[in-house]
């Protein structure tokens, strides 16, 4: 399995039309099943790929470790579960 993260704190540099693009060029030319993941708390990915986002019914803060704050050894969540 290969991974690729699109990743930049700075907002408006193209990242969700970049993990897009990606996304569907590698899901046509090279014919893989590609999981997008929205980790954005606004949805954008998920709203540009024709979702709408207040009809999910979980999103990634109720499914990451530590409500989507990073896991480090000094934060609760990761104390508490190893």
Do not use: C, H, W
Not at 29 to 47: E, F, I, K, Y
Not at 55 to 76: E, I, K, Q, W, Y
């Amino acid at each position: 399995m290969t991974v690729i993260a699109v990743t930049n704190q700075k907002g408006g540099v193209g990242k969700t039309t970049t993990a897009i693009n990606v996304g569907v060029l590698l899901a046509k030319a090279a014919r893989r099943q590609v999981l997008l993941v929205d980790s954005d708390p606004q949805g954008t990915l998920t709203r540009q790929l024709g979702i709408e986002v207040r009809a999910l019914r979980v999103n990634f803060v109720d499914v990451s470790p530590a409500g989507g704050a990073p896991r480090t050894p000094s934060s609760p969540a990761y104390t508490a579960s190893t």
